[in-house]
């Protein structure tokens, strides 16, 4: 099964891009890439999911390598409210009764005034 | 839009106490799922279910069962609570394509005394 490491915290300045990378070395094939956002006391939110090279959505982007090894959540000009813990996800659902799902330990993000 | 409500946001229960955590959605979703969530460990799977009675074990079963008897609700129980099992649950559900996102409640937050 894929092991997900990504950093435990960082702090980055309101308006500046945010780069959150995960690493997934025995990722299978099978298996997509999907980021998710938790505030405090609540349940964590699907920011975007990728499989290969880049996906864009109107919140963030996110960059995976040919060989899928890493992924990195890209934030564009972050505001206080991206202040939140941000989760990479690895995996994909095999059949009816067998989710394989994997979760790093989550990184939390502070943004600064 | 996509709704996963749990009953409580917040519990106390005492040692020995029987208690049920409840979960709905409203997606016709296949796949529900129970996480305990933890300061420092993220998230770890207690139970899923990909079917209406069907669950497999999670990476942490012991101490907890599971039922679902209708496809919208998948319930959590602590036989006999104790104060190791004080966390913050989530229920998560997911449709059956392999890539779909997870969609999560706002969590329950349990306390046992």
């Known amino acids: 099964l894929a092991k997900t490491t990504q950093p435990i915290s960082m702090d980055s300045y309101e308006g500046q891009e945010v780069n959150i990378t995960c690493s997934h070395n025995n990722i299978a094939t099978n298996d997509y890439i999907t980021w998710y956002q938790q505030f405090p006391s609540q349940g964590p939110r699907f920011i975007i999911q990728g499989y290969k090279t880049k996906v864009t959505n109107e919140v963030a982007s996110l960059f995976i390598p040919a060989d899928r090894k890493s992924s990195t959540l890209s934030l564009p000009r972050v505001s206080l409210s991206d202040t939140a813990v941000y989760y990479c996800?690895?995996?994909?659902?095999?059949?009816?009764?067998?989710?394989?799902?994997?979760w790093g330990a989550g990184s939390k993000l502070i943004i600064k005034p | 839009d996509v709704k996963v409500t749990q009953s409580s946001r917040y519990l106390v229960k005492r040692t020995g106490e029987k208690v049920f955590l409840e979960c709905v959605q409203d997606m016709d979703h296949e796949n529900m799922f129970w996480y305990r969530q933890d300061p420092g460990l993220g998230l770890r799977l207690i139970y899923f279910s990909y079917d209406v009675k069907m669950k497999e074990k999670g990476d942490i079963p012991e101490g907890y069962s599971v039922s679902r008897e209708k496809k919208e609700r998948f319930s959590l129980i602590l036989e006999s609570a104790s104060t190791n099992q004080t966390s913050m649950y989530l229920c998560?559900?997911?449709?059956?394509?392999?890539?779909?996102?997870?969609?999560f409640g706002n969590g329950t937050r349990l306390t046992v005394t």
């Open positions: 998560a559900s997911i449709a059956g394509t392999g890539n779909s996102p997870l969609h």
């Open positions: 996800l690895v995996g994909a659902g095999q059949g009816d009764s067998n989710y394989q799902l994997i």
